[in-house]
């Protein structure tokens, strides 16, 4: 059986859903793996190290999924895939086109709706480049901040170490404690999930937050943060806006599963802030935490706040978040792998397997993806 890899063809996207390491240990499963020429430069993957792991470079898109059973992506391909091929990348953030892969006969599964169970940790997606985005955050954050990290007790003086706050302390935030902890910074965080102080803490950063009945159960079953009440962000808003306004460095990285993210850092907060000071967004895609943020891009406010709203954070790390991702998707292929008939085999009852399965049969099966009925 056929496989193929493509070279992403989304603006910005740099990271390849194979490496040379996976290509091999797909090759010993029994299959073939076609990887499309130049499909890993961008994360420092040459074509020829493909070829020496086994793969066979083809020279488009067209030549690696001829034959083609399954393809690996990171994001939807433009490539039109034959019907019956099984697809498998991020694809739930390209809503309008699931449709289209039922009436093309399109197995697809979208990775980053795998549940958080511990049987999916090792193919879950959003933990390893969320893991990634919040050390790229902070280290980007650094080459920007025209100070420094750490106190720096010198002969000429003291610089004093940068105050560093982390708004929201899921995969990404705790990383991005520990990253500005490594470099000496000052660390202090929030989050709406009670769970989330103990964790912050424990990484030796401070909590700053505000905690009510409300927030007593903002966590969901699938360990995410609830939408709350107005009430509850204007308290929440109160209680950090006079911390923003002593810290060098904000990293927002608070999400809400479905929703845009919520506006954290509003115009006065940023307003509040000491020139030098940076921002940075890894909510961008979700439309950002800081209302200043222009996504995809770094600005200077006004008052000499540099606010980085760069998206696809994961994307400027990428022969690491491709070396991630590449295993997550592997160890699904493997776990739902059929070793006699040497193909994958996904039973549909299985609970990772309701969770990514977008389309089967010809047929939307994703409960967010249903068509409306009423
Ligand atoms: P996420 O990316 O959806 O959100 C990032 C963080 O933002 C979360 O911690 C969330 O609580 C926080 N947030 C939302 N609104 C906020 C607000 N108004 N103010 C401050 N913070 C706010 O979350 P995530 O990083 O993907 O993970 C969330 C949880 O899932 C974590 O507890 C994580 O440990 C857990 N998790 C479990 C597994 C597993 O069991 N297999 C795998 C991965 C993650």
């Not at 493909?50 to 034959?67: C, K, N, S, T, W």
């Not at 105050?163 to 660390?187: E, K, S, Y």
């Not at 919520?262 to 967004?281: F, N, R, Y």
Request: hydrophobic share 50%; net charge neutral.
């Amino acid at each position: 059986m056929r496989l193929a890899v493509l070279k992403e063809t989304k603006a910005g996207e740099s990271r390849v859903a194979a490496t040379p390491e996976t290509a091999k240990k797909l090759i010993a499963l029994g299959l073939t793996v076609a990887v499309e020429a130049g499909a890993g430069l961008a994360s420092g993957f040459p074509d020829a190290e493909y070829a020496a792991a086994g793969a066979e470079v083809a020279p488009d898109a067209a030549a690696a999924l001829a034959g083609a059973k399954i393809v690996f992506c990171v994001r939807a391909p433009d490539a039109p895939l034959p019907s019956g091929t099984l697809l498998i990348g991020t694809l739930a953030a390209d809503a309008d086109a699931v449709a289209g892969y039922a009436q093309g006969g399109i197995e697809a599964c979208s990775m980053e709706l795998a549940p958080r169970i511990t049987r999916a940790q090792s193919m879950d997606v959003l933990s390893s480049q969320a893991n990634l985005a919040g050390y790229r955050a902070v280290i980007e954050a650094a080459g920007v901040f025209d100070r420094g990290f750490p106190m720096l007790m010198t002969a000429a003086g003291t610089i004093p170490a940068a105050n560093a706050f982390i708004m929201g302390a899921g995969v990404a935030g705790l990383q991005a404690i520990a990253t500005a902890r490594r470099l000496g910074g000052r660390v202090s965080a929030t989050d709406v999930r009670p769970a989330a102080k103990e964790e912050i803490k424990s990484l030796g950063a401070s909590f700053v937050g505000y905690e009510d009945e409300e927030s007593k159960s903002a966590q969901t079953a699938g360990g995410y943060a609830k939408q709350l009440s107005a009430d509850f962000y204007a308290r929440q808003a109160e209680v950090v806006a006079a911390h923003i306004a002593k810290q060098d460095v904000v990293v927002c990285t608070a999400l809400v599963q479905g929703r845009r993210a919520p506006i954290l850092v509003t115009e006065a907060m940023v307003a509040s802030m000491k020139p030098g000071s940076v921002i940075v967004d890894i909510a961008s895609d979700a439309g950002g935490n800081c209302a200043a943020t222009v996504p995809g891009q770094m600005i200077t406010t006004p008052n000499g706040v540099k606010v980085l709203g760069f998206t696809n954070w994961p994307g400027r790390i990428p022969a690491a978040a491709s070396a991630l991702y590449a295993r997550n998707l592997l160890t699904f292929l493997t776990t739902f792998w059929d070793k006699e008939a040497k193909a994958p085999k996904l039973p549909p009852e299985d609970d990772i397997v309701v969770g990514v399965t977008l389309t089967r049969g010809g047929a939307v099966v994703h409960k967010n993806f249903l068509p409306a009925t009423a």
